[in-house]
């Protein structure tokens, strides 16, 4: 949480999660290309660096795309979302360095302008063997370039979570471009069992993980079906059943609104954080304010502000408790932003 | 992440993944096996090596996956390449040399004996100055400038 723009607000986490992403990158890259001097010793130092920077983007797109719905099922996973950005903007670097060995390779020695040699040195769009894979992956790394330029905080303020994150939902877009690159193009060619298997292994973990937890988030998406009380407040269950300092999520009026209970008192406000729009109901009430499991943006329970100096804030909604229920009303108090 | 992202998310996922599964499957489906020879090219029949004439001499490559044969026919010395799988290489030339390569260069006094072709096998005569054994048959890429593979003609009986 930080009150301005900074180029990266550096912590220890955030230094020892990317000290440790580079230094498994740099192991893998020594690796493959190590093993591949002795395997393939009549493989360029050039195939080598193509094929190593690919693998390893590809690698680390799909542990990149795990992540979301890994910390949705399992909460243990969260710390590995917490510095995501900066995994997906390495990424780009290593598909980018991919992108630029192969087009110089492969490209830029013809009269032909090497982005134009891309686009138009295979057009038997109507076979499957020779269809040309290399636009996918030029798609797919503009798509990419996209979201690494518009990754910081700027963008996201700027942009609105909303809009950056609608954005940055293309990636799976990129993705599924990536994944037609990769089969139309390597698996045509050298590919191995175990390559294949590993890049069907990759798909059934990135789809399946993310259809699982879709499935689970569609149930608290359902709207409350209870009728207004006579107040025109919802009762949205017991107090009992909410955890101290946690909170339960119910849908009203749309949306998904998180009920915290502090003590004998229950707190009601939107489930999503202004940051990256984080589930703030799977946080918890820290220092009288509920703190958001992704990056620990705080909002003050009786009107949804950041504490100062901090200007964000989140719509609240007025709560009554009456017999041990939770009755809130799901019209959102007037907005507590400061000017 | 708000709700109308969330029910996007949920539709796009499962059709994306069809997409996804769809290609891979079709790529894999359809993808080109590698060639393995088990009889000689029709385009060869003139040379007629007949498998069992060829001489088996213990002569290796020094890469994985190329046999090397002899024989003789119509008073011809024949080298019989056979890869059994696609070299990789497009391009490899196959030369006689009194030498073995020191590096990547070919020496000097080489003898182009022809091309290869991908998996076919390939019979190649050796020119009459060229001893029946010793020296070495090199595989060289011009492209790569480099050398691919050597092997040595060991003599006869061995």
Same mark, same amino acid.
């Given at each position: 949480?930080?009150? #301005?723009?900074? @180029?990266?607000?550096?912590?220890?986490?955030?230094?020892?999660?990317?000290?440790?992403?580079? *230094?498994?990158?740099?192991?893998?890259?020594?690796?493959?290309?190590?093993?591949?001097?002795?395997?393939?010793?009549?493989?360029? @130092?050039?195939?080598?660096?193509?094929?190593?920077?690919?693998?390893?983007?590809?690698?680390?797109?799909?542990?990149?795309?795990?992540?979301?719905?890994?910390?949705?099922?399992?909460?243990? !996973?969260?710390?590995?979302?917490?510095?995501?950005?900066?995994?997906?903007?390495? %990424?780009?670097?290593?598909?980018?360095?991919?992108?630029? !060995?192969?087009?110089?390779?492969?490209?830029?020695?013809?009269?032909?302008?090497?982005?134009?040699?891309?686009?138009?040195?295979?057009?038997?769009?109507?076979?499957?063997?020779?269809?040309?894979?290399?636009?996918?992956?030029?798609?797919?790394?503009?798509?990419?370039?996209? %979201?690494?330029?518009?990754?910081?905080?700027?963008?996201?303020?700027?942009?609105?979570?909303?809009?950056?994150?609608?954005?940055? %939902?293309?990636?799976?877009? *990129?993705?599924?471009?990536?994944?037609?690159?990769?089969?139309?193009?390597?698996?045509?060619?050298? *590919?191995?069992?175990?390559?294949?298997?590993?890049?069907?292994?990759?798909?059934?973990?990135?789809?399946?993980? #993310?259809?699982?937890?879709?499935?689970?988030?569609?149930?608290?998406?359902?709207?409350?079906?209870?009728?207004?009380?006579?107040?025109?407040?919802?009762?949205?269950?017991?107090?009992?059943?909410?955890?101290?300092?946690?909170?339960?999520?119910?849908?009203? @009026?749309?949306?998904?609104?998180?009920?915290?209970?502090?003590?004998?008192?229950?707190?009601? %406000?939107?489930?999503?954080?202004? #940051?990256?729009?984080?589930?703030?109901?799977?946080?918890?009430?820290?220092?009288?304010?509920?703190?958001?499991?992704?990056?620990?943006?705080?909002?003050?329970?009786?009107?949804?502000?950041?504490?100062?100096? !901090?200007?964000?804030?989140?719509?609240?909604?007025?709560?009554?408790?009456?017999?041990?229920?939770?009755?809130?009303?799901?019209?959102?108090?007037?907005?507590?932003?400061?000017? | 992440?708000?709700?109308?992202?969330?029910?996007?998310?949920?539709?796009?996922?499962?059709?994306? $993944?069809?997409?996804?599964?769809?290609?891979?499957?079709?790529?894999?489906?359809?993808?080109?096996?590698?060639?393995?020879?088990?009889?000689?090219?029709?385009?060869?029949?003139?040379?007629?090596?007949?498998?069992?004439?060829?001489?088996? =001499?213990?002569?290796t490559f020094d890469v994985p996956g190329i046999s090397?044969?002899?024989?003789?026919?119509?008073?011809?010395?024949?080298? =019989?390449?056979?890869?059994n799988r696609?070299? $990789?290489?497009?391009?490899?030339?196959?030369?006689?040399?009194?030498?073995?390569?020191?590096?990547?260069?070919?020496?000097?006094?080489?003898?182009?004996? $022809?091309?290869?072709? $991908?998996?076919?096998?390939?019979?190649?005569?050796?020119?009459?100055?060229?001893?029946?054994?010793?020296?070495?048959?090199?595989?060289?890429?011009?492209?790569?400038?480099?050398?691919?593979a050597?092997?040595? =003609?060991?003599?006869?009986?061995?």
């Open positions: 949480m930080s009150e #301005h723009y900074v @180029a990266v607000g550096w912590n220890r986490q955030k230094k020892l999660y990317d000290s440790a992403t580079l *230094a498994g990158i740099a192991l893998y890259l020594a690796a493959f290309i190590g093993v591949g001097t002795f395997v393939q010793p009549f493989a360029t @130092a050039e195939t080598l660096i193509i094929r190593g920077l690919g693998t390893c983007a590809l690698a680390l797109l799909h542990v990149i795309l795990c992540i979301g719905p890994l910390c949705r099922l399992d909460r243990r !996973f969260l710390p590995l979302l917490y510095n995501r950005r900066h995994l997906g903007v390495t %990424m780009f670097f290593l598909a980018f360095g991919h992108g630029a !060995f192969a087009i110089i390779q492969f490209h830029a020695l013809g009269d032909v302008n090497p982005l134009v040699s891309v686009l138009v040195g295979e057009t038997r769009f109507g076979s499957i063997t020779n269809f040309p894979f290399q636009p996918l992956g030029l798609a797919a790394l503009v798509i990419l370039l996209l %979201m690494a330029a518009t990754s910081h905080d700027f963008w996201l303020a700027n942009l609105t979570a909303p809009v950056w994150k609608r954005l940055h %939902m293309a990636v799976y877009v *990129a993705y599924a471009l990536l994944i037609g690159h990769v089969s139309l193009g390597f698996l045509q060619g050298e *590919a191995t069992t175990v390559t294949t298997g590993l890049l069907a292994l990759g798909m059934v973990a990135v789809f399946g993980l #993310h259809i699982i937890a879709g499935l689970r988030e569609s149930v608290p998406d359902r709207p409350l079906d209870r009728p207004l009380n006579d107040t025109g407040f919802v009762d949205v269950g017991a107090l009992a059943e909410i955890r101290e300092s946690c909170a339960k999520t119910v849908t009203l @009026a749309g949306e998904r609104v998180a009920v915290f209970r502090h003590g004998d008192q229950a707190f009601a %406000m939107s489930n999503v954080c202004q #940051h990256q729009n984080g589930p703030l109901g799977e946080g918890r009430i820290i220092d009288g304010c509920v703190t958001c499991p992704w990056h620990g943006y705080q909002y003050r329970l009786e009107d949804g502000a950041s504490p100062p100096p !901090f200007t964000e804030a989140v719509p609240t909604f007025e709560t009554t408790v009456r017999d041990g229920r939770v009755f809130v009303n799901p019209k959102p108090r007037p907005s507590a932003r400061r000017a | 992440m708000i709700r109308s992202l969330r029910l996007a998310h949920r539709v796009a996922l499962p059709v994306l $993944g069809v997409a996804s599964f769809g290609i891979f499957a079709a790529a894999v489906a359809t993808r080109p096996q590698p060639p393995i020879t088990t009889q000689y090219p029709a385009a060869l029949a003139s040379d007629r090596p007949n498998r069992s004439e060829v001489l088996a =001499l213990g002569d090397l044969g002899r024989f003789e026919e119509n008073g011809k010395k024949w080298l =019989l390449i056979a890869p696609d070299p $990789g290489r497009p391009d490899l030339l196959a030369y006689w040399s009194p030498m073995k390569p020191a590096g990547k260069e070919l020496p000097a006094g080489v003898i182009l004996l $022809g091309a290869l072709s $991908g998996a076919a096998s390939v019979s190649l005569s050796l020119p009459t100055n060229v001893p029946a054994s010793g020296g070495f048959v090199v595989l060289y890429s011009p492209a790569d400038r480099t050398v691919f050597t092997a040595q =003609l060991l003599p006869t009986g061995r």
